[in-house]
């Protein structure tokens, strides 16, 4: 059974550029949630998408915004980065909104 | 606002011993609780769960505990081994919202001393 995976692992942008963050959900999994981590932090909700449809939102600007395809993967794009946005973005997966969230190792988004 | 944390940034434990890792949250809205463990250079791993209808689950040398009363929660993980060391989070979510509105505290690095 094939985990969830993200890409890329590492991406370095500059102030102001815009970015796109992908997540492949483990098999059979049709929740995605979307994650911030700073360094020596827990991570912070984004948002969860649920059969497509956003299914929940945290505190976090328009700027990110997020889209599930048909096949539930996943995509987290980010506009008008700045220097705050560097951090590890974790992507999670689960059976449905009740079931254990299972994450990814990340993309390290850098900041410059 | 309303937040999940923990006691202890850091704790250390000799191979072999048991270990305690404890969290309070303040939402008494929460209904669901899970711990992960995080090494380095990786995603959060999933260890256990747990619904406030309950107040103990067990799963393979972990145990999770739960005191509603309190607003307490503890992961305890038998006969440590190196492979433990690690960050572990403890995250809650409130009950209308199933499990997407996961909370994390900031975590306790457990270190296993050979």
Redesign the interface.
């Known amino acids: 059974e094939t985990g ?1 995976t993200q890409s890329p692992t590492h991406l370095i942008k500059t102030r102001g550029q815009q970015v796109t963050l992908r997540c492949s959900s483990q098999s059979g999994h049709n ?1 995605v ?1 979307w ?1 911030q981590q700073a360094l ?6 984004i948002f ?1 998408y ?1 059969r497509e449809e956003e ?2 939102r ?1 505190n976090f600007p328009p700027r990110f915004s997020g889209l599930q395809f048909p096949n539930y993967s996943s995509e987290l794009n980010v506009n008008a980065l700045e220097l705050d946005d560097s951090a590890l973005y ?1 992507c ?1 997966s ?1 059976l ?11 993309t390290r988004l850098s900041i410059l | 606002g309303e937040n999940v944390g923990l006691h202890l940034p850091t704790l250390s434990v000799q191979e072999g011993d048991n270990s305690i890792i404890n969290c309070a949250y303040s939402n008494s809205a929460s209904d ?1 609780f ?1 711990w ?1 463990k995080q090494e380095s ?6 260890i256990i ?1 747990i619904r406030s209808n309950m107040d103990k689950r067990q799963g393979q040398r972990v145990t999770v505990l739960l005191n509603k009363t309190v607003k307490h929660l503890s992961l305890q993980i038998a006969a440590t081994q190196p492979g433990d060391s690690a960050v572990y ?1 403890c ?1 809650e979510s409130p009950v209308r ?11 306790t690095r457990l270190t296993i001393i050979p």
């Open positions: 969830v929740t949630s994650y020596g932090q827990g991570p912070q909700f969860q649920y299914n929940g945290g974790l999670a689960s449905d909104p009740v079931e254990p969230q299972h994450f990814g190792d990340g | 669901y899970i992960y250079g990786k995603g959060p791993q999933f769960d989070f995250a919202f199933g499990n997407e509105k996961l909370t994390f505290g900031t975590g």
